[in-house]
């Protein structure tokens, strides 16, 4: 069974940066990919950028890319988004996710999923 652990999130103001990071244990060698997903209040939950194991593959959302990278660190079983520039839409609960048999941008093909970090952009 995969646990995820995600830090980083906390307050900032618009414009400012963020580096989300999410550390796998337990079953990490089934992984293949890992996401980053986001709900804010009254919102669907959407997926901001996910990345194959491999790091051949990346995914980003239209609203973040150009803003936003995601990286692994295989050897630290770890997964960063790194956020700059961040705007007030983008305050929301940030969500780590990970799985075997996945479509990257398609939250339902993720099996294990982190409690979440939150974070919040004051404008």
């Known amino acids: 069974q995969v646990?995820?652990?995600?830090?980083?999130?906390g307050l900032v103001q618009a414009g400012d940066s963020l580096r989300l990071s999410?550390?796998?244990?337990g079953?990490?060698?089934?992984?293949?990919?890992?996401?980053?997903?986001?709900?804010?209040?009254?919102?669907e939950r959407e997926i901001?950028?996910?990345?194959?194991?491999?790091?051949?593959?990346?995914?980003?959302?239209?609203s973040v890319k150009g803003r936003f990278t995601i990286a692994r660190d295989n050897?630290?079983?770890?997964?960063y988004l790194q956020?700059?520039?961040?705007?007030?839409?983008d305050t929301a609960v940030y969500s780590c996710a990970a799985g075997q048999m996945i479509i990257l941008r398609r939250a339902d093909t993720y099996d294990y999923w982190g409690q979440g970090t939150q974070?919040?952009?004051s404008s």
């Not at 646990?3 to 999130?9: C, K, P």
């Not at 999410?22 to 244990?25: F, I, K, L, P, Q």
């Not at 079953?27 to 919102?43: L, N």
């Open 3 to 9: 646990q995820l652990v995600e830090s980083g999130g």
């Open 22 to 25: 999410c550390v796998a244990s």
């Open 27 to 43: 079953g990490t060698s089934s992984i293949t990919a890992m996401g980053w997903f986001r709900q804010a209040p009254g919102k």
């Open 48 to 62: 901001v950028a996910a990345i194959s194991w491999s790091g051949s593959m990346t995914y980003y959302s239209e």
């Open 75 to 79: 050897a630290k079983n770890t997964v």
């Open 83 to 89: 956020m700059n520039s961040l705007k007030s839409e």
């Open 119 to 121: 974070v919040t952009v």
